[in-house]
């Protein structure tokens, strides 16, 4: 569907997780105030995170109270905290008995599979650029390694805390994830158009926020 009268997204850059260990970026989220607002509340529910980002739990209430240009710091640089994004196409896709592998930050695999994944694929303009972004619920989501048996992903994660989530009926991402990065808008237009015919949804960055760096 094209994307008319929705609600506005935002960008979020937090630091990115599956970066090697001796090094620091950012890595770029996206998701409505309802979206964020989700994610902030859960990561405020556990003292301990709580403590450890309460810089940027007070710079999202800050955001929210008085909607001012508020910045924070991410990878020693300086960052705008939240930057509109504007809705151009979402899509939905649906698949079953889902196998695919990831590959990790230091180029081995993990071989993925679900019983079935709903994800939302979600074209974005921001701040000059345009993505194409995903957000998943995956039920029964597992993983093995070259020689490991399968074992299902649960708490146990090494992404930013709190970006996914789940309960005994699905795993999903709070905030969408990077998918695609196009340097026009005939690009966008060409690759959504493309995936209305055959999509090719890409997990990676979802991935990337289960195994960290591992």
Not at 71 to 76: D, E, G, K, R
Not at 140 to 149: F, I, S
């Amino acid at each position: 569907m094209s994307a008319k009268e929705n609600p506005t997204y935002y960008r979020l850059e937090l630091d990115d997780y599956s970066a090697a260990a001796f090094t620091s970026f950012g890595k770029h989220y996206y998701g409505t105030i309802e979206d964020l607002r989700c994610f902030f509340r859960e990561l405020s529910i556990d003292e301990k995170l709580k403590e450890q980002f309460k810089d940027l739990i007070s710079t999202f209430q800050s955001f929210e109270e008085v909607q001012q240009d508020v910045s924070h710091y991410i990878a020693y640089r300086k960052v705008p905290f939240l930057v509109p994004a504007h809705l151009l196409h979402k899509e939905t896709v649906i698949l079953e008995n889902y196998k695919w592998e990831h590959t990790n930050t230091w180029g081995w695999p993990y071989y993925m599979r679900c019983d079935k994944v709903e994800s939302e694929h979600i074209w974005l303009a921001c701040d000059g650029e345009y993505f194409r972004t995903v957000k998943a619920v995956f039920s029964k989501l597992q993983y093995a390694g070259a020689t490991d048996q399968w074992k299902n992903v649960d708490t146990t994660l090494w992404g930013f805390p709190c970006i996914l989530t789940g309960n005994p009926f699905g795993f999903w991402n709070q905030l969408a994830e990077p998918e695609k990065q196009f340097k026009t808008m005939e690009a966008v237009q060409q690759d959504w158009k493309e995936f209305l015919k055959s999509p090719d949804p890409d997990y990676s960055e979802f991935c990337n926020d289960i195994f960290g760096d591992g």
